[in-house]
């Protein structure tokens, strides 16, 4: 981009002590856009291999249950909760409410604490079925 | 008036109320993905099996693959709006951000059509016997 280097630029992102507000904000962006790739892919993936044929989908389910297979499950489901909990704080905050520090701050822990609990408790479920 | 583009001032018509087109979908498709993503996740679960017969009849029935379609197009509009600002926000080279946009956007409307192709396909054939 074209800037004159003898205007000053406002301190950006180096100077800031980081928070839990600065943290859920790129973890929006980060989970969004691994979901918008990795996940959406997985899903056409498993859509395409069902309307293939029952050997498609044994080799999808061979990929998705391997070792490898489960860490990309496990990780883009709770790259899902954090993206939704994040999402709607980010409801929240459009609506004008939830912008005092203390709140702000909570609400931000808030969104990584439930989004492990959640993916902690499906993969719970999954695993405690499969027993 | 005296707001807007230059053009719109000369015109006297200011602005097209269309500025936040693009966060509004943000924001619809959201809830989409909310409630769509959410119902396949809680009937995934609830499935007998994940096997290919009891995934591929599932998706049979038309009250699942109708739905199913709905959150494969809420899905790809989503990502689509949502990568576009993270490209936007990070491709700085001209030439580069404009075959960025054309890349995200074959990725998005190829992805929805395959997905909602691949839904039609089990709603109206079903189960296939190897």
């Given at each position: 981009m074209a800037r004159s280097n003898s205007r000053p630029l406002s301190?950006?992102?180096?100077i800031w002590k980081w928070g839990p507000a600065m943290a859920v904000s790129i973890m929006h962006r980060v989970t969004g856009n691994g979901l918008a790739t990795a996940g959406a892919l997985g899903l056409i993936w498993w859509l395409m291999a069902a309307a293939t044929g029952p050997e498609a989908y044994a080799t999808f389910v061979k990929c998705a249950t391997s070792p490898i297979g489960y860490l990309v499950m496990i990780g883009l489901s709770w790259f899902f909760f954090q993206h939704l909990f994040s999402g709607l704080r980010h409801f929240v905050l459009d609506m004008?409410?939830?912008?005092?520090l203390k709140n702000n701050k909570m609400w931000s822990i808030a969104t990584f604490i439930l989004s492990l609990l959640t993916t902690g408790f499906v993969w719970l479920y999954i695993f405690g079925k499969a027993l | 008036m005296g707001t807007g583009t230059g053009i719109g001032r000369v015109r006297g018509l200011?602005?097209?109320?269309?500025?936040?087109h693009h966060w509004l979908a943000q924001r619809y498709t959201a809830v989409g993905n909310l409630l769509l993503v959410l119902w396949l996740v809680f009937s995934l679960l609830s499935l007998?099996?994940?096997?290919y017969e009891s995934v591929v009849s599932w998706i049979h029935n038309p009250l699942v693959a109708v739905p199913l379609m709905l959150m494969v197009v809420s899905i790809f509009m989503h990502l689509r709006v949502g990568m576009q600002v993270m490209l936007e926000d990070y491709v700085h080279d001209k030439g580069l951000a404009f075959f960025s946009m054309l890349v995200l956007n074959f990725y998005a409307f190829g992805g929805a059509a395959a997905g909602v192709f691949a839904i039609a396909k089990i709603a109206f054939i079903g189960v296939v016997k190897p």
């Open positions: 301190p950006h992102l180096t004008g409410a939830g912008y005092e | 200011g602005s097209a109320k269309h500025g936040a007998p099996g994940l096997d």
